[in-house]
């Protein structure tokens, strides 16, 4: 299905601004973000958004939880002409490292069922369906999945993202 490889020139940014976050998300997603909304989301401490960038173009996004045992992932995206290429697994490969590191045990996520790319995405990294929201959608009505994702954590490291300055992008 990978028709090609992403170029070596994609960078992980990992203090996006709120108007990045939202400016991502908005073209990834049908109904999108307000920038207040990303700002309210990153003042808790717990939550995070990252962004792919290659060549200067913001690609990818990911929002997320993450405490000290449990790691929640709120929304994923690859803008629609970059999807099928691999940017959306190197995300969840960098964010389940990550999870590890900081020592969590458990990533969850909640995927529309009929929502076939993301779902696959999922359960080609390990993820399990441990329940089911009946009728959760609308527009179809249609049911979500809750899954989950066990990891063996790697070692303990603060789970607070600093927020005071921008930090350069690491490169994917
Ligand atoms: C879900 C999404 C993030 C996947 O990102 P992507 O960059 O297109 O995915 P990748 O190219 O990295 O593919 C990784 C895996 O996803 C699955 N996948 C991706 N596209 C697929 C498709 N059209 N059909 C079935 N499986 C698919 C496959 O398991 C694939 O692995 P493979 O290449 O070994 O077959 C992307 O489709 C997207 O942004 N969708 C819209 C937003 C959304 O629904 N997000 C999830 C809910 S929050």
Same mark, same amino acid.
């Given at each position: 299905?990978?028709?090609?490889?992403?170029?070596?020139?994609?960078?992980?940014?990992?203090?996006? #601004?709120?108007?990045?976050?939202?400016?991502?998300?908005?073209?990834?997603?049908?109904?999108?973000?307000?920038?207040?909304?990303?700002? &309210? @989301?990153?003042?808790?401490?717990?939550?995070?958004?990252?962004?792919?960038?290659?060549?200067? @173009? +913001?690609?990818?996004?990911?929002? !997320?939880?993450? #405490? $000290? +045992? $449990?790691?929640?992932?709120? /929304?994923?995206?690859?803008?629609?002409? %970059? /999807?099928?290429?691999? !940017?959306? *697994? %190197?995300?969840?490969? $960098?964010?389940?490292?990550?999870?590890?590191?900081?020592?969590?045990? *458990?990533?969850?996520?909640?995927? %529309?069922?009929?929502?076939?790319?993301?779902?696959?995405?999922?359960?080609? @990294?390990? !993820?399990?369906?441990?329940?089911?929201?009946?009728?959760?959608?609308?527009?179809?009505?249609? +049911?979500?999945?809750?899954?989950? @994702? &066990?990891?063996?954590? $790697?070692? /303990?490291?603060?789970?607070?993202?600093? %927020?005071?300055?921008?930090?350069?992008?690491?490169?994917?």
């Amino acid at each position: 299905m990978i028709s090609a490889e992403p170029s070596p020139s994609l960078i992980l940014d990992k203090h996006p #601004t709120a108007a990045a976050v939202a400016a991502v998300e908005g073209q990834c997603f049908g109904v999108s973000w307000s920038v207040q909304e990303v700002e &309210r @989301l990153l003042s808790n401490p717990a939550v995070g958004a990252w962004i792919v960038r290659q060549s200067r @173009l +913001d690609v990818a996004m990911i929002c !997320f939880q993450m #405490t $000290e +045992d $449990e790691a929640e992932i709120y /929304r994923i995206g690859v803008l629609p002409g %970059r /999807r099928g290429k691999g !940017f959306g *697994r %190197r995300l969840m490969v $960098e964010y389940l490292s990550e999870a590890k590191r900081r020592g969590c045990k *458990r990533v969850f996520l909640e995927v %529309r069922e009929g929502n076939i790319p993301a779902v696959e995405l999922y359960r080609s @990294l390990g !993820f399990q369906v441990s329940a089911r929201r009946k009728n959760y959608y609308a527009g179809p009505p249609e +049911d979500g999945l809750v899954m989950e @994702l &066990r990891v063996a954590p $790697e070692k /303990r490291a603060p789970s607070v993202r600093p %927020r005071a300055h921008h930090v350069p992008g690491i490169r994917l």
